[in-house]
């Protein structure tokens, strides 16, 4: 579900025990948007910025390869799936499906960036076809790494009974969900050390700003789920 919260400053929200945000439905009196989400049974707190969908539109668009991270935008972290010493299979969502995920470039500034199930679905299929999905590196460095190979990669689908790992929680449907076979010494360390937690896809994307209006249909739609 994406929760999205109308307020006029920063407030870090916690969930009940149930791990469900109770959400009153909004209208254009509460003002301000700002998202706020619960992964892993953690709440983030999210401040008042734009936020735009993502689509491939261009042909450039699509992912260019995954990185290895510390500090996953989507705050989504690697599940320890098997550990055999000198291998090791790990499970992270690449790309969270109806969440705001924040970023920061020269071109929009600080903002919040949501990948729809629709765009996530092309952009698997793409990166797939393009085997784009097989180029690593770590943080960003634009160095090509070996030692690391996704064996797995699908979409959720909670209607059709596919989930996610166990350990990966709080993840939305459509949310692309993968499976990498670690044999990179150097990584299954840090994997262990939590120097690296997660992954970070590099893409291009075309970006259209969510209006509010239309960020709280979305709200209201999604709370009744």
């Known amino acids: 579900i994406l929760h999205l919260f109308i307020e006029h400053t920063d407030v870090l929200f916690t969930t009940d025990k149930t791990n ?3 959400l ?3 209208t254009k009196t509460s003002v301000i948007l700002a998202p706020t989400r619960n992964v892993n049974n953690k709440c983030y707190m999210m401040r008042n910025l734009k936020l735009y969908t993502a689509d491939l539109v ?22 320890v799936v098997e550990d055999n010493g000198d291998s ?15 970023r920061n470039n020269g071109t929009y500034g600080e903002h919040y960036v949501v990948f729809t199930p629709d765009v996530i679905k092309s952009a ?3 990166a797939t076809e393009s085997k784009t999905i097989y180029t690593y590196d770590v943080e960003h460095n634009e160095q090509p790494i070996d030692g690391i190979m996704l064996t ?41 050390n939590g120097i690296y937690n997660g992954v970070s896809v590099s893409m291009y994307a075309t970006y259209e700003e969510v209006s509010l209006q ?8 999604l709370i009744k789920f």
């Open 88 to 102: 090791m299979l790990v499970a992270t969502p690449i790309l969270v499906a109806n969440v705001p995920i924040y």
């Open 24 to 26: 009153p439905p909004l």
């Open 58 to 79: 261009d042909t450039i668009d699509g992912v260019v390869g995954i990185s290895i991270v510390k500090e996953p935008a989507n705050r989504g972290f690697f599940s």
């Open 152 to 192: 797995q990669s699908f979409l959720i689908d909670y209607d059709k009974g596919i989930t996610a790992y166990k350990g990966l929680c709080g993840l939305t449907d459509g949310t692309w969900v993968g499976l990498f076979k670690v044999t990179d010494e150097t990584l299954i360390e840090g994997i262990k």
């Open 214 to 221: 239309d960020a709280i249909d979305m709200y209201n739609y």
């Open 124 to 126: 698997m299929e793409k």
């Open 20 to 22: 469900v945000l109770c």
